[in-house]
């Protein structure tokens, strides 16, 4: 009887130790282990821009902005590749780039200035606020999102790896990302309300909650990913070192 109604306690534990351990809560880490993500097509812009170093999908033209820390022009590319037009902006250093929520405005991130600057599709600039947290000048803000609760995340490199949340201009939230060397870009998914971030030198993308938890991460075969967006079920990420932007399934 004692062994029998040992085996039946041991028996409800293991079961229990099981569905927790597979339950979807987006707040409970389910990394199973690092995959490696292969591309499935990769498009030359060294003939556009050099050392890309953020993207965004634009939805109202179903096209990318691209930006380079190089120039202060924002390149709008179809899915393609091909160049739809240049934006001037008035803007330096420029390590990041998004769209509001309703793809009316284009916000960028100047690393060395630790500025967030917000401009209007044809370039007229609207604002500029200071976001303070690196502790080394080149080692800046380096990525931007806006969610669907229009708070912005804004990721810098190192020094420290952390995410910053803004609502109107205010911060309200920040935590650190460990497991990666670097934090490059960060994107927001509407479709799974969560993050995306890519690391260059890790060589790595996660995907978190918005509270920071890592949900899933993958490698990717090459550094210098510095950019991240998604157009339905394909993953977008420029190369600030060959100007390749590389088309991989969306991974879950």
């Not at 292969?38 to 498009?43: F, H, K, L, N, S």
């Not at 606020?129 to 080149?138: I, K, Q």
């Not at 810098?156 to 803004?166: F, G």
């Not at 899933?216 to 075969?221: F, H």
């Amino acid at each position: 009887m004692i062994n029998r109604y040992f085996k039946s306690r041991f028996f409800i534990i293991i079961t229990l130790l099981i569905i927790s351990l597979t339950s979807c809560d987006s707040d409970t880490p389910t990394i199973p282990g690092t995959k490696l993500l292969e591309p499935i097509a990769e498009i030359d812009l060294s003939n556009i821009l050099s050392e890309p170093s953020g993207i965004v999908y634009n939805p109202i033209n179903n096209s990318l902005f691209i930006v380079s820390d190089t120039t202060s022009i924002i390149f709008e590319i179809n899915l393609n590749g091909i160049l739809l037009r240049q934006i001037n902006i008035i803007a330096n250093d420029l390590e990041g780039i998004t769209l509001s929520k309703n793809s009316d405005t284009i916000y960028v991130v100047e690393e060395s200035d630790n500025l967030v600057t917000s401009f209007l599709l044809d370039g007229t600039k609207i604002n500029s606020f200071n976001v303070d947290v690196s502790t080394n000048s080149s080692n800046g803000l380096e990525g931007i999102t806006i969610d669907n609760n229009f708070n912005i995340y804004i990721v810098n490199e190192k020094l420290p790896r952390d995410v910053i949340i803004l609502r109107n201009h205010v911060e309200i939230n920040r935590y650190e990302i460990t497991g990666m060397n670097d934090l490059s870009d960060i994107c927001y998914d509407y479709s799974l309300d969560c993050l995306w971030i890519t690391s260059d030198e890790s060589k790595k993308i996660i995907r978190i909650s918005k509270t920071g938890t890592v949900i899933s991460e993958w490698s990717i075969p090459f550094d210098k990913g510095e950019g991240i967006t998604f157009v339905d079920d394909k993953m977008y990420i420029v190369n600030d070192e060959n100007s390749k932007l590389y088309i991989f399934n969306k991974p879950y």
